[in-house]
């Protein structure tokens, strides 16, 4: 019996030691985040001196140019470029549109052509509008109804789910699919609601599909400010002989050749298990892109410089990658998988921040159950940090290739009330982020990381 006592003591007492140990960690991982950390610098320079990054543009090109730099001065034990060849749309000059209620009585609108959408003629288009909510609707009118006329799909981001990542998945599929069933009946044009929760002047754009719709059967699509699109449909329900005349001056060339930029600290004792953080450089081009995904970028960034920093020496290979072309293909994402397959490489855990730059309040994860069960026993190494929200969830788009029955992808999981506010907008840009909220985010990584690393996946 004593020898059994004597025996879960120690076990007790190690466990015991071991938490210290890690609080001791966490806490010094969060206070030199939130002191000297590198994380709002850079995004800084990313989001004011070289601005909106929408893949195969200019801004693209020299944001690849300075992460790699950067993450070259960090002292890591690689860092390189990993070519991918990615879609080049241009918006080209700004759109322009007015609803007609009689002729020369006109309301102007703000709209922005969606990701990979056509240009309207170079006069534009003048049609009549018809409004649906979704596609359920939109069929039952057949093309009687809609044939010469342009769709407005008018269905909201659901304002009473608490999740807005919820709210933004119930209606997006308007948005990107709008233009491909809208033009099996006829229609000449598309106009989207903007996937906002909140009533203001702003277009948001994003990416659209055509599928295999040949050239000549492709029609223009563009987003809507939320206000504009409560005009419209009132004004719809007193007249709905009134027209939208829109103008967009958008193209697609020929795809370039980006990068994902990539660096690693090689692993102490396992470095063939490869630990992923990463964020997507590429943004859209009415921003500078700094919640989307300039703040998952940075963040990614600093957890190995933190690592760096405190002298933290990994057990297993950690990389950062900065992903391009999330926003319009994914290929970033699909060329790293696709090469890591072909490597043989083993990803045993991946995280992505691509949810905002907001307070962060815990992690999504896809995962075993008994991995799973491993997180949640440390969540109380982050409650002192107000991060308490573990759940099972979607980890992100770039990572989601990586996944395996045995390995571990998580999410960064922001306060995200405000995030559709900014959300492929004019406003993501680097006055809505702020700087202690970014550091508790990338300190917040960092931990998981840290944590992962010394215990393994289960």
């Known amino acids: 019996m004593l020898k059994k006592i004597l025996i879960c003591t120690c076990v007790l007492l190690g466990a015991y030691t071991h938490a210290q140990k890690d609080e001791a960690v966490i806490k010094s991982i969060y206070k030199a985040s939130l002191t000297n950390g590198k994380s709002y610098d850079w995004l800084n320079y990313l989001s004011n001196q070289i601005g909106s990054r929408l893949s195969g543009s200019l801004g693209a090109e020299r ?18 470029l990993q070519p991918v060849m990615v879609p080049k749309w241009v918006r080209g000059a700004k759109e322009y549109a007015y609803i007609e209620t009689v002729p020369g009585k006109t309301t102007t ?6 990701g ?13 509008v018809v409004e649906v909510h979704d596609f359920e609707e939109l069929e039952a009118l057949g093309k009687e109804m809609v044939e010469g006329k342009i769709v407005f799909f008018n269905r909201p981001m659901q304002a009473d789910l608490i999740q807005t990542f919820e709210a933004y998945s119930g209606c997006v599929n308007q948005r990107y699919e709008g ?19 909140r009533l203001d002047d702003l277009p948001h754009t994003g990416s659209m ?27 719809l329900q007193l007249d709905k002989n009134i027209k939208l005349y829109f103008k967009t001056n958008c193209k697609q060339l020929k795809d370039v050749l980006s990068y994902n930029v990539i660096g690693e600290i090689t692993g102490s004792e396992f470095p063939n298990e490869y ?3 990463g964020g997507h450089l590429d943004s859209w081009d009415l921003g500078d892109g700094s919640h989307d995904d300039g703040a998952g970028v940075v963040q990614s960034m600093e957890v190995l410089r933190l690592f760096k920093t405190l002298g933290i020496n990994p057990k297993r290979s950690i990389r950062v990658v900065l992903f391009m072309n999330e926003e319009n293909g994914l290929r970033g994402g699909n060329k790293y998988s696709e090469e890591a397959e072909q490597k043989g490489e083993t ?10 730059g907001f307070t962060p309040r815990g992690f999504h994860f896809n995962c075993s159950e008994a991995n799973y069960q491993q997180a949640l026993s440390w969540q109380e190494l982050f409650k002192p940090y107000l991060i308490h929200y573990f759940e099972k969830g979607y980890a992100g788009a770039d990572v989601r ?11 960064l999981v922001p306060d995200s009330q405000r995030y559709f506010d900014h959300h492929h907008a004019s406003t993501d840009t680097f006055d809505a982020v702020n700087k202690r909220e970014l550091e508790l985010g990338a300190a917040t990584m960092t931990s998981l990381v840290y944590l992962f690393d010394k215990y393994g996946i289960q």
């Open 63 to 80: 944001a690849v140019e300075y992460t790699k730099e950067e993450l070259g001065n960090l002292g890591l034990d690689k860092v390189w």
């Open 109 to 114: 609108v703000n709209i922005c052509a969606l």
């Open 116 to 128: 990979g959408s056509v240009a309207t003629p170079s006069l534009g288009i003048k049609a009549q």
């Open 179 to 197: 233009a491909v069933q809208a033009s099996k009946f006829g229609a000449v044009g598309v106009i989207v609601r903007s996937m906002n929760l």
């Open 209 to 235: 599909t055509y599928n295999d719709l040949p050239l000549e059967s492709r029609i223009p699509s563009a987003a809507i400010s939320t206000n504009d699109a409560e005009v419209l449909s009132t004004m």
């Open 275 to 277: 630990m992923l953080v």
């Open 347 to 356: 990803h045993v855990f991946a995280l992505e921040s691509d949810s905002g």
């Open 401 to 411: 290739p990586l996944k395996s029955k045995d390995n571990v992808l998580v999410g």
